[in-house]
Nanobody, 125 residues
Framework: QVQLVESGGGLVQAGGSLRLSCSAS????????MGWFRQAPGGKEREFVA?????????LYANSVKGRFTISRDNAKNTVYLQLNSLKPEDTAVYHC?????????????????WGQGTQVTVSS
């Protein structure tokens, strides 16, 4: 069983930056592909943001965040990061990290086995 805990969310003005972290328990973190997803208020579905392979050699981004967000990982620290730059009000959401027992970077919610509780990001205009 892997437990994921996100941190780093908060309130920021449009154009600002945040860095989210996701810490994982267990000794097999380096075997997991990791992803970030977000769920906006109002009952919207959880949507893909970014993903990274288990070794960190390949990343994948949603078109809406490409060029503004950067996913990275430090397997020695069992942590995956999401750097959020040039934030927009439409980026407001609860951000969840997810881990999957596979190598590749996947944008599909159903591929992932473990999920964190999420961290709130609010961007004011």
């Amino acid at each position: 069983q892997v437990q994921l805990v996100e941190s780093g969310g908060g309130l920021v003005q449009a154009g600002g930056s945040l860095r989210l972290s996701c810490s994982a328990s267990g000794r097999t973190f380096s075997r997991y592909a990791m992803g970030w997803f977000r769920q906006a208020p109002g009952g919207k579905e959880r949507e893909f943001v970014a993903a990274i392979t288990s070794t960190g050699g390949y990343t994948l981004y949603a078109n809406s965040v490409k060029g503004r967000f950067t996913i990275s990982r430090d397997n020695a620290k069992n942590t995956v990061y999401l750097q959020l730059n040039s934030l927009k009000p439409e980026d407001t959401a609860v951000y969840h990290c997810a881990g999957g027992r596979f190598y590749s970077a996947s944008p599909r919610v159903t591929d992932y086995d473990y999920w964190g509780q999420g961290t709130q990001v609010t961007v004011s205009s």
